[in-house]
């Protein structure tokens, strides 16, 4: 049984923050993260970031992740373990994780005093017929296949979805050689920033707004796609359909907080569409009702990496301070970390975020 104040479950960029505020401020960590390396999304985002300097904009993603990587490999307070997937939280507070270890699998109990959450998010699919042809993806898993196996996933793409994450893999795609025949949205809208939407339009990729996925067709694997324009209800309008010769087609519909370990420890949940789904109450510190939980990042509501890293923070530092540790600088440092939170919700496009929080508040 391992014994530590806190569990950070995550080792994305809230889960990394969580953990590096948590330690600087006394207490002991144990961070866990089921894949090989640390960084979350991170590992896979080649491009620049946007955002503010504090939350390193302007850098690539990769690059974000290896620094905050480094930060929690150095500090002695933080037990890492890598390849080591949280399974379940149960009554009596104790946690148990899977461990890969040369092709074995151990079963380790750990408990914590608190626990932080930091699982991010799970990626939302559309029904079509055929869409479990080889050949059809997440957008996760095509930018996994390309940024972090360097496998191409295939010569002739549709993307589905005009939001940041399938304007973005597009233009990766691009980068990697690989034809991207059009990207497709059933909004009148392009959802993400017109700064990447401009520079797929200048590549010559066609965005078609009003469209949707019909159907898909192959023999063993994907060879086309049928796509169509919807009327206002989203519904396909017959006699509209196109057919386009694809090998792929990625699906970049929007993402849903992951959950789980909220429902299992108890947690009060809340359905909030502006934040993609079922997300666990909480108060500004990022408690969620069962006190000893708290929440940050994707996993909390859909957002961006930038706040992603603020709310680890904040987390880190709430449930050091929570179990009566004494950090002097936690006054100051948590006022700061509230300010540049609002600062990076503010403007127009936080606004349907804001609204968000508002509902998930306590
Ligand atoms: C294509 C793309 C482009 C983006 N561009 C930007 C951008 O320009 N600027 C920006 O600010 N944001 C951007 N984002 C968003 C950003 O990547 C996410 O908001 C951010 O990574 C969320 O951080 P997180 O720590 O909450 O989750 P994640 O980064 O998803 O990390 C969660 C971690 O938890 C681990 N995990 C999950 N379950 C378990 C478990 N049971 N046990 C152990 N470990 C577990 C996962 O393996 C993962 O490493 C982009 C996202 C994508 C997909």
Redesign the pocket.
């Known amino acids: 049984m391992i014994r530590r104040d806190i569990l950070v479950?995550?080792?994305?960029?809230?889960?990394l923050c969580a953990a590096i505020a948590a330690a600087k401020s006394g207490a002991t960590v144990l961070l866990?993260?089921?894949?090989k390396y640390l960084g979350?999304?991170?590992v896979k985002?080649t491009?620049m970031?946007?955002?503010s300097e504090k939350q390193y904009a302007s850098k690539r993603?990769i690059d974000i992740g290896k620094t905050l990587a480094e930060e929690v490999t150095s500090h002695e307070n933080i037990k890492i373990l890598t390849d080591?997937?949280?399974l379940g939280i149960y009554e009596d507070g104790v946690v148990t994780l899977e461990q890969r270890k040369n092709q074995e699998e151990i079963y380790i109990k750990v408990r914590p005093k608190s626990i932080i959450v930091?699982?991010?998010?799970l990626e939302k699919s559309l029904p079509f017929p055929n869409n479990d042809l080889p050949g059809i993806y997440g957008a996760?898993a095509v930018?996994t296949l390309m940024n972090e196996y360097l496998v191409k996933p295939g010569n002739r793409v549709l993307m589905v979805g005009a939001g940041?994450?399938g304007l973005?893999?597009s233009y990766q795609l691009l980068q990697a050689g690989v034809e991207v025949a059009g990207i497709i949205d059933a909004s009148s809208n392009i959802g993400g920033y017109l700064v990447h939407a401009s520079k797929i339009r200048r590549s010559g990729v066609p965005i078609l707004t009003g469209y949707t996925i019909v159907k898909a067709e192959g023999e063993n694997h994907l060879e086309k796609a049928t796509i169509a324009k919807v009327d206002q209800n989203w519904k396909p309008i017959p006699g509209t359909e196109k057919e386009m010769d694809v090998d792929v087609i990625c699906i970049s519909v929007g993402l849903t907080p992951?959950s789980a370990f909220f429902w299992q420890g108890g947690c009060d949940m809340e359905y909030v569409r502006e934040l993609g789904g079922y997300v666990p109450k909480r108060n500004k510190y990022l408690q969620t009702t069962v006190e000893n939980i708290y929440v940050?990042?994707?996993?909390a509501g859909i957002?961006?990496?930038?706040s992603?890293m603020v709310e680890g923070s904040i987390a880190g530092l709430a449930a050091s301070h929570d179990l009566g540790l004494v950090y002097e600088a936690y006054d100051q440092e948590m006022e700061e970390l509230l300010q540049e939170l609002q600062a990076l919700r503010g403007g127009e496009k936080g606004g349907h975020v804001r609204k968000g929080y508002e509902k998930a508040g306590l």
């Open positions: 479950i995550g080792g994305g960029p809230s889960g866990v993260e089921r894949s979350g999304q991170l985002q491009h970031f946007f955002g993603g080591t997937t949280a930091g699982t991010g998010a996760g930018q940041n994450i973005i893999i992951s940050a990042g994707d996993s957002e961006e990496a930038s992603a």
